[in-house]
């Protein structure tokens, strides 16, 4: 049992619940919620460093420690007042990060895309951090020298985690359907889609966090081949450059992307495509006849580059699958509509 003279920990248990009616705090049930925040808020701040340089925000010991250390402070902060259950130390450390992350928004250090991907992470973690020192605090008392240790942890590791290497993940995601079309209707969509409204693909999540919505896609003949410029809102643009061309049955987009193809303040970069830390890749469309219809089938490959590919990866892999499922319907749609463009309106003639 910890001594009172122990000055790495708190008096014994009795004597903290003696003067807890003389010391207690205002507000008590929300103070180490309210000091957790305040504390990831701070760290968020420390870690607005340049990606590739020391504190930048993808970093582990941001993404993975932060969390940890909100819920182990909300923990310890609450233990100073009177014994926590169990069950406290699970759900008020999580509430406690999802109120930081929520945060980060409202004082606009974060973007909602990001906010969006992350909440999920920091909730559990600052659960699992809660119940760690809710068990150290069971078994230690007030465990100050721990809680100082813990709390040094992301300070140290972010001054030099950018000299570790960063894994690299590479995936490729297919999609397919059926659509009531003959080839040639869809593939005129497919090189074409005009003034796209946005109840046409707002299905997909990643418009739904805060991704601009598109407008359209013009295909031209250029002096390097074929084509396809895309927009976007918030003024976003690049092209898709056609590496394989076989009208009626087969496209590949490279995507290119300019220094202006993200104006400023658009997207985070911690996810902007062709940024450091994701790139989507080429994009394909394969249309293969199926008795009256058409299979589409559209496969797209991305690179992903953080320190936590284990959570982020999977999380991409369903957006990247549900994009396809809403952009698919979307040809779809416009395909099997009786007002489909005419023939003559095809924008790249065949060769």
Sequence with gaps: ?????????????????????????????????????????????????????????????????????????????????????????????????????????????????????????????????????????????????????????????????????????????EHARIVAAEPARIWREIENPLDIAAGEVESAWVYRIGVPLPKAGRTEQTGEGIVRHITMGSGIHFDEVAVDWQPERHVRWSNRFTADSFPPETMDEHVKIGGRYLSIGDTDYTLTPVGAGTELRMTVRYRLSTSFNWYAGPVLDLLVGNFEDAILAFYARRAEADGALPAASAGVPAR
């Design 1 to 173: 049992m910890p001594d009172k003279t122990d000055p790495g920990s708190a008096p014994p248990a009795a004597s903290r619940a003696a003067s807890s009616a003389e010391y207690e705090l205002p507000f008590s049930i929300a103070w180490p919620l309210l000091v957790g925040v305040a504390l990831g808020i701070a760290l968020r701040f420390v870690f607005s460093g340049t990606p590739g340089g020391p504190y930048a925000t993808m970093m582990s010991s941001f993404v993975i420690l932060a969390p940890l250390l909100v819920g182990a402070t909300t923990v310890y902060v609450a233990e100073l007042h009177h014994r926590r259950s169990w069950t406290y130390y699970l759900w008020v450390p999580a509430l406690a990060n999802i109120v930081f992350v929520l945060g980060t928004l409202v004082i606009l250090i974060e973007g909602l895309i990001c906010a969006v991907v992350i909440l999920p992470l920091f909730g559990a973690l600052g659960a699992v951090g809660g119940l760690i020192m809710g068990a150290v605090c069971r078994a230690y008392g007030w465990p100050r020298r721990t809680f100082y240790a813990i709390a040094a942890l992301p300070l140290v590791l972010g001054a030099f985690e950018q000299e570790l290497p960063v894994p690299v993940r590479e995936r490729t995601i």
